[in-house]
C-alpha cells in the first residue's frame, strides 16, 4: 500500500504526469499569448501536446559519432530528476513528503536537468551542439549566483535554524504570516526570481544556448524522435517547476483544504505567473550575447537578490 | 590481540618496501606480490579494527616495546587508534590498495619498478603511521618520510617534461611546511615536557600560553602546507601533474587527507581550540578562500591531471571550512566529504590514467572521441564528474548537502554575515566544478575522435578494476548513507568533540578528569538526512522509464536507429549542407563568456602563479606568519 501511494505520487500527482501536462499546458498558454500579442492567431493550446506524441511516434536516429548510452540516456535522466522535483514543491497545502522538501536538493535536481542537456549535446559529436553546450553552461553559471541568494534571502526570513532550507516550513510560514511577496524586503528577490525563470527554461531573450537561428538549437541539433520529444517535454516540464518554485516561494499560503481545489489554483497562479515572467519578456525582447547574459545575471539580478538578502539579514 | 593490528600493518608497509628494494628489483613476480601483500594485509588488518573501534566505540593504544607511561608521564612512543584515526586509516589503506592493483597495469611501460614499489609502500606505511600515532614528534617523522617519499615519486618519470620541476617544488614548499611543524613541536614540548598527544592535549586543558599558541599556529600552517589550502597550494598541481598517475591518485587521495587529519587531530583534540571564534573564522576563511582560488584556476587549465589537482584543492576548501564550523554536523559533512573525495578523485585520476596509458598525452586540446573506444572508461568518468559536482544519486551530493546546512545553520545561528557569504561560495564553487568537469568530458570522451586515436584500445581489466570499485562505491555511499554515517561518520566525529576517552585510555582512567578536560560523552549527533527512501522512488521511475522505452523501441514506426558498418547520409553530423570535416569544439577555451567577464580576476592569479620557486616560497612564509600571528592576537 505504502508502495502504491509511493508510485502513484511519483507517477501520476505531483510527479511525471501532472508536471508534464502542466507544463505542456502552460507552453500553449505562452504561445497562444505570444502569437496575439504579435497579432498572429497562432496554435491551439493543445498544440505542445500535439508535438509530443508526434516526435514520440517518429524514429530516433543515432548518428554516427555519437556514443549511443549517453547519447539516449540523458533525456530520459534529465525526465527523471524534473519528475523528482516536482515531488519537493509544495503545492500550497499539499506536500508529497512532509520533512523531505528542501531547496538544496531542488536546487541540485533541478541542474541534473541541465546538465543532461549538455551531456546529451555533447555525446553527439556535432560541432553545433559542442557551441551549444558551452552557452549552456555558462548560462547555467550565470543564474547560479542570484538563484543561490534568492534562496537564501527567503530562508533566512523564513529563518528556521534546524533545518534551514525546509520547503514545508515556507509554506507553513506562508500559511501563519501571508505571502512572501506582500513583505518588502523580499520584493527584490521576487523579481530577481522572475528574471532568472526564462534563463533556466531557456527562453527569450536568454536562449542563447539553443539558438535556432545561428546553432540551429545548439544541443538538440542531432536529436530527432522520441528523444528530441523528451527533451522537449523536459523543457515543458522545467516551466512548471520555475514557476511552481515562485508560487511556492512568493506566493504560498493559500489553502482551501481538498488537494484538487489547491491544484487548480496553483496550477492558474503558475499560468499567471508564466504569462508574467516568460511570454511578455519573450515578446518585448530580443535574443543577448553569452557574455553579456552572463554580466547582466551576476550584476543586475544577483544585486537585486543581494538587496534583499541584506535587507533581510537586518530583521527588515 | 587486536591492539597489534595498527602497529602490525604500519610495520609490514616497511618491512615491504626493504623486501621489495631486496628481491623484487628484478622479478616482476615477487615485486607485484610483495606489494600486494602489504597493501592488502594492511586494508584487512585495518577493516578488523571497525568492529571495536567504531561499532564498540573503544580506542586501541599499544606502546612501542611496552613503554608504559610511568606516574602519569609518557615516555615512549605510543600508537592510538580511536574512531578518528581508523576513518582516515580506513581511507589510507583502501586507497593504496587500489592504487597498488591499478599500477600492476600502469606502470608495465615503465623502468626501475623496484624503486618505485619501494617508495610506495614507504608512503602507504608513513601516511598510515601519521594516521596511527598517538606521538606527536612520531608523527613529525611519519610526515617527513611522507613528504620525500612524495618527492621521489614525483620525479620518478624524470625523463618527462616538468617531473623534476615540480619535485624541486614540492621538495622546497614541503620543507617549510615540514619545519613549521618541527618547530611548533618543539615549542610544545618545551612547555608541556612530553610529546604524547593525550597527555600534551591534558595539559593544554589548563589554558593555551603565548608560546603554545604561537606553537598552535605553526603546527596549523604545516599542516595546512601538507594539505595543499591556498596559499600553500602551488606544488600541488605540478606535483599531481607530473607524478604517475597511480601515485597522484594517492597524492589526491590520501597524502593531502593526511593533512587534514593532522589538521583535525590538533585543532580538535590536542588543543581543543574548536571554543574560540577566531580559529573558527580563520579556518572558515581559507576554506573558502582555498576551494575558489582552487575551482577557477581549474576552469582555465589545458592538461587533464592539472585540471584535477586543482579541484582536489578546491575540494580540500570544502573539507576545511566544514571542519572549521564545530559544529558536530559540519564535522561529520567534513568527514563525510573527505572520504568521498578519496572515491570521486581517485576514480578521475584513474580515469586520467587510462587516457594517458593508451594515448599517451593528457592535453585537453589533443584528445576527442574517446568515448567511443573507451565506452568503460567513459562511464567512470561520467560517475567520477557527476559525484565531484555534487550531483545527486552520487555520494559528493550528500557530504555537500551537509556542508551546506552546516554552514547555513551557523550563519544563522552565528548571525555572522560571512558564514552566508561562504554559503553562497560553497554553492557557486559546485557550479563550477560542474562547468570544468563538462569541459573535460566534451574535450576527452566526447566530440570527434583524432585519427591518431583510430587504434586506441580498452585499458586492461587490471586497471579497470579499480575503478569500477571506485565508481560503486561512489553510488552506494551517495544511496546508503545513513549506513555510513552510522558506522564511520559518528563516531568519527564524536571521537574528535569527545577527548576525554582519547586521553583516558592513553595515560590511565580517571587521567582526563584529574586534568579538567570534560569526560561527558558529547551527544552523538542525530539529524534528519534527505531520506534515502526517495531512491526506492527514483529506482520506480526509472522503471517506468524503462518500460516507456521498450514500448518505443518494439514500436515500428518510433524505433531507434544506429550507424552500421557502412553509414548512410542520415546518420552523419550535420554540417550545413557541407561535407563532414574534422571539427571538434575544443576543451581548453570552452567557457570563454565566462571567462572574458573575469579576466581581471584571471589576469591576477595567472601571473600569481607564476611557476617561480621564490614566489611560492614567500607566499607559504607569509601565510605561516599571518596564521601564527591571527592566532596569536584574537585567539587570546
Known amino acids: 500500500m505504502q508502495i502504491l501511494l509511493f508510485l502513484v505520487k511519483v507517477l501520476i500527482f505531483p510527479g511525471a504526469l501532472f508536471t508534464a501536462c502542466v507544463g505542456l499546458f502552460l507552453a500553449g498558454i505562452d504561445r497562444k499569448v505570444i502569437a496575439h500579442m504579435q497579432k498572429r492567431i497562432g496554435p491551439p493550446i493543445r498544440q505542445p501536446m500535439y508535438d509530443f506524441f508526434k516526435l514520440m511516434g517518429k524514429e530516433t536516429i543515432v548518428p554516427a559519432r555519437a556514443n549511443k548510452l549517453v547519447f539516449l540516456g540523458a533525456p530520459i535522466a534529465g525526465f527523471i530528476s524534473l519528475a523528482i522535483v516536482m515531488l519537493f514543491i509544495p503545492i500550497f497545502g499539499f506536500t508529497a513528503f512532509s520533512g523531505t522538501a528542501d531547496l538544496i536538493v531542488i536546487l541540485y535536481f533541478l541542474t541534473i536537468g541541465g546538465v543532461a542537456l549538455i551531456v546529451g549535446g555533447s555525446s553527439s559529436g556535432s560541432p553545433y551542439a559542442g557551441i551549444g553546450i558551452s552557452r549552456e553552461m555558462v548560462t547555467m553559471m550565470s543564474y547560479e549566483l542570484p538563484f543561490v541568494l534568492v534562496l537564501l534571502s527567503v530562508a533566512r526570513k523564513v529563518g528556521g535554524s534546524t533545518l534551514a532550507f525546509s520547503m514545508n516550513q515556507i509554506a507553513d510560514y506562508q500559511a501563519a504570516n501571508g505571502s512572501l511577496l506582500f513583505s518588502w524586503s523580499m520584493i527584490p528577490a521576487a523579481i530577481a526570481l522572475l528574471l532568472i525563470i526564462p534563463a533556466e527554461v531557456g527562453m527569450q531573450p536568454f536562449d542563447v544556448a539553443e539558438a535556432e537561428t545561428e546553432i540551429c538549437e545548439g544541443p538538440l541539433i542531432e536529436y530527432s524522435g522520441a528523444a528530441l520529444g523528451m527533451f522537449k517535454l523536459n523543457t515543458a516540464m522545467k516551466m512548471c517547476i520555475m514557476t511552481g518554485l515562485f508560487t511556492s516561494l512568493f506566493l504560498g499560503g493559500i489553502r482551501t483544504g481538498t488537494v484538487v481545489c489547491d491544484a487548480i489554483i496553483f496550477v492558474a497562479v503558475c499560468a499567471v505567473v508564466t504569462l508574467v515572467c516568460i511570454t511578455t519578456i519573450h515578446a518585448v525582447t530580443a535574443r543577448l550575447k553569452i557574455e553579456h547574459l552572463f554580466k547582466f545575471y551576476w550584476t543586475v539580478v544577483s544585486g537585486l537578490a543581494l538587496a534583499s538578502l541584506i535587507l533581510v539579514w537586518m530583521g527588515l | ?636
Open chain 2, 1 to 636: 590481540m587486536m591492539q597489534h593490528f595498527p602497529v602490525l600493518a604500519v610495520m609490514l608497509l616497511f618491512l615491504a618496501a626493504f623486501l621489495v628494494e631486496i628481491f623484487g628489483s628484478k622479478n616482476k613476480v615477487i615485486r607485484n606480490g610483495l606489494t600486494l601483500l602489504a597493501t592488502t594485509n594492511a586494508l584487512v588488518m585495518t577493516l578488523a579494527l571497525i568492529k571495536p573501534v567504531m561499532m564498540n566505540g573503544e580506542v586501541i593504544s599499544y606502546w612501542m616495546g611496552n613503554w608504559a607511561p610511568v606516574s602519569g608521564y609518557a615516555i615512549g612512543i605510543g600508537y592510538e587508534v580511536d574512531a578518528l584515526s581508523l576513518f582516515f586509516g580506513i581511507l589510507v589503506t583502501a586507497t593504496f590498495w587500489l592504487s597498488s592493483i591499478y599500477s600492476i597495469g600502469y606502470m608495465n611501460k615503465d623502468h626501475h619498478l623496484g624503486h618505485y614499489y619501494t617508495l610506495f609502500l614507504m608512503l602507504s606505511g608513513s601516511v598510515l603511521g601519521l594516521v596511527f600515532t598517538g606521538d606527536i614528534f612520531n608523527m613529525f617523522v611519519m610526515i617527513e618520510i611522507m613528504t620525500f617519499a612524495s618527492v621521489a615519486l614525483t620525479a620518478f618519470r624524470n625523463d618527462s617534461e616538468g617531473a623534476l620541476e615540480a619535485a624541486f617544488k614540492y621538495l622546497v614548499i614541503g620543507s617549510i611546511g615540514s619545519s613549521s611543524v618541527l618547530a611548533g613541536v618543539a615549542m610544545l614540548y618545551s612547555q608541556c615536557h612530553t610529546l604524547n598527544m593525550a597527555q600534551l592535549s591534558s595539559i593544554l586543558s589548563g589554558g593555551l600560553t603565548p608560546t603554545s599558541v604561537v606553537a598552535f599556529g605553526l603546527i596549523v600552517a604545516g599542516f595546512g602546507v601538507k594539505s595543499y589550502i591556498v596559499p600553500f597550494h602551488t606544488p600541488a598541481a605540478d606535483a599531481y601533474a607530473a607524478a604517475p598517475t597511480s601515485v597522484s591518485m594517492v597524492f589526491s587521495g590520501m597524502v593531502n587527507k593526511a593533512g587534514v587529519y593532522g589538521m583535525i587531530r590538533m585543532v580538535y583534540i590536542v588543543f581543543r581550540a574548536m571554543d574560540h571564534s577566531s580559529v573558527q573564522m580563520l579556518l572558515a576563511v581559507f576554506g573558502a578562500v582555498t576551494m575558489f582560488v582552487g575551482v577557477t584556476m581549474a576552469l582555465t587549465q589545458h592538461e587533464f591531471k592539472r585540471l584535477l589537482a586543482f579541484h582536489s584543492i578546491s575540494q580540500i576548501g570544502y573539507v576545511i571550512t566544514a571542519v572549521s564550523l564545530g559544529s558536530a554536523l559540519g564535522l561529520t559533512g567534513g568527514l563525510f566529504h573527505a572520504m568521498n573525495h578519496t572515491l570521486f578523485k581517485g576514480l578521475l585520476f584513474l580515469c586520467a590514467g587510462a587516457v594517458l596509458y593508451r594515448t599517451g598525452t593528457t592535453n585537453l586540446d589533443k584528445l576527442g572521441g574517446l568515448s567511443k573506444k573507451m565506452p568503460q572508461t567513459t562511464i567512470c568518468f561520467l560517475i567520477g564528474a557527476g559525484a565531484i559536482s555534487g550531483l545527486p544519486p552520487f555520494n559528493g551530493f550528500a557530504s555537500k548537502w551537509m556542508i551546506y546546512q552546516g554552514i547555513f545553520t551557523k550563519a544563522l545561528t552565528s548571525g555572522n554575515f560571512l558564514y552566508v557569504i561562504i554559503t553562497v561560495t560553497a554553492l557557486i564553487v559546485s557550479v563550477m566544478t560542474l562547468a570544468s568537469f563538462i569541459k573535460v568530458t566534451q574535450a576527452v570522451f566526447f566530440g570527434q575522435l583524432r585519427e591518431e586515436h583510430n587504434d586506441v584500445k580498452e585499458v586492461p581489466a587490471v586497471m579497470l578494476i579499480p575503478m569500477y570499485i571506485m565508481a560503486a562505491l561512489c553510488v552506494i555511499c551517495g544511496t546508503i548513507y545513513p549506513l555510513v554515517s552510522k558506522y564511520l561518520l559518528f563516531p568519527a566525529a564524536n571521537a574528535s568533540l569527545n577527548v576525554g576517552d582519547y586521553i583516558d585510555k592513553m595515560m590511565g582512567a580517571g587521567y582526563a578528569e584529574a586534568a579538567g578536560v570534560p569526560t561527558m560523552l558529547v551527544e552523538p549527533v542525530t539529524f534528519s538526512f534527505w531520506n534515502p527512501v526517495l531512491w526506492l522512488i527514483l529506482f520506480g521511475i526509472v522503471f517506468f522509464a524503462a518500460v516507456i522505452v521498450i514500448l518505443l523501441g518494439t514500436n515500428e514506426r518510433g524505433k531507434i536507429l544506429t550507424a552500421g558498418e557502412k553509414p548512410e547520409a542520415k546518420y552523419a553530423t550535420f554540417f550545413s549542407g557541407e561535407e563532414e570535416m574534422f571539427s571538434q569544439v575544443g576543451g581548453s577555451d570552452l567557457f570563454w563568456g565566462f571567462k572574458k567577464n573575469w579576466k581581471g580576476y584571471y589576469k591576477v592569479f595567472t601571473e600569481l602563479h607564476s611557476g617561480i620557486v621564490t614566489d611560492y616560497t614567500s607566499y607559504t612564509v607569509i601565510a605561516t606568519a599571518i596564521i601564527v600571528m591571527c592566532l596569536f592576537i584574537f585567539m587570546r
